[in-house]
């Protein structure tokens, strides 16, 4: 059963999970489930997707209960109108500490255009961990709390990637050295990336929302083995 995190007879949020499709492309290949099949098996009826999360990525996805309520969602997204929490755990600890990514980025290939593209970070909780790896003896890793401005394909993970502090678990933009770690020594097989505030106007009354996605097991269990807390925003 899929985690609902708010339902009403215009829209429906979910709590994605990382690993799970969000409906059929050619980028995720052979994947056997797809999340907005598994939720009109769930509530019923048609919906439609409001925007889209990467495969590897959990958190708060929109989907609506008609197209008029989908475009009306899409509009505020491509207006900027919608307002994007991501919690990520990246190598490194990033400097300084809060800072603005502008940085252009191609779409889907990436020989195409480059459009504008910026991503806002904040570094919230940092950790040096005893493990040796290649010439360094300790590893220095960081939470970050990124609002991207803009909504380019894959933006956090190319930012993030691009000021050399690549996302944990992030297999195209990574490291596959640390990513090799997480697993090995944390047990960690997922990427560590999660949309985890979503704030807008309901489209149909205006009200403000904003809607929160608890983290999964995996996520958790880090921030808990890191001493690292959410923080109360």
């Given at each position: 059963?899929l985690d609902?995190?708010?339902?009403d ?14 409906h ?8 056997e ?19 889209r ?16 309520i ?8 491509m ?14 600890w990033?400097?300084?500490e809060?800072a ?25 909780a ?12 300790q ?10 401005q ?5 933006q ?15 297999c ?5 050295d ?5 697993k090995?020594?944390?047990?960690c ?5 999660h ?23 995996a ?9 690292w807390?959410?923080p109360?925003?």
């Open positions: 059963m609902i995190l708010y339902q007879d215009a829209l429906i949020a979910v709590n994605k999970p990382a690993g799970l499709a969000v059929r492309s050619k980028m995720v290949g052979n994947a489930e797809f999340l907005i099949d598994l939720l009109r098996e769930q509530v019923g009826g048609i919906t439609y997707l409001a925007h999360l990467d495969r590897a990525t959990s958190g708060v996805l929109l989907v609506a209960r008609s197209s008029e989908a475009a009306a969602l899409g509009e505020q997204f207006g900027r109108d919608v307002h994007k929490q991501y919690l990520a755990v990246v190598r490194g990033p400097e300084p809060e603005l990514i502008d940085y252009a980025l191609p779409g889907s290939r990436d020989n195409g255009p480059r459009r504008e593209a910026r991503t806002g970070y904040r570094r919230l940092t950790v040096e961990v005893p493990i040796e790896l290649g010439r360094y003896p590893q220095r890793y960081a939470m970050v709390l990124a609002e991207p803009t909504g380019r394909f894959r956090i993970r190319k930012h993030m990637a691009h000021i050399h502090h690549p996302i944990i678990g992030d195209q933009h990574g490291r596959s640390h990513n090799r770690l997480y090995q020594y944390f047990r097989h997922r990427m560590l990336l949309a985890w505030r979503l704030s807008f106007a309901h489209p149909l009354s205006g009200e403000p929302m904003r809607l929160e996605a608890p983290l999964d097991a996520y958790q269990g880090l921030l808990e083995r890191f001493g807390a959410l109360a925003l």
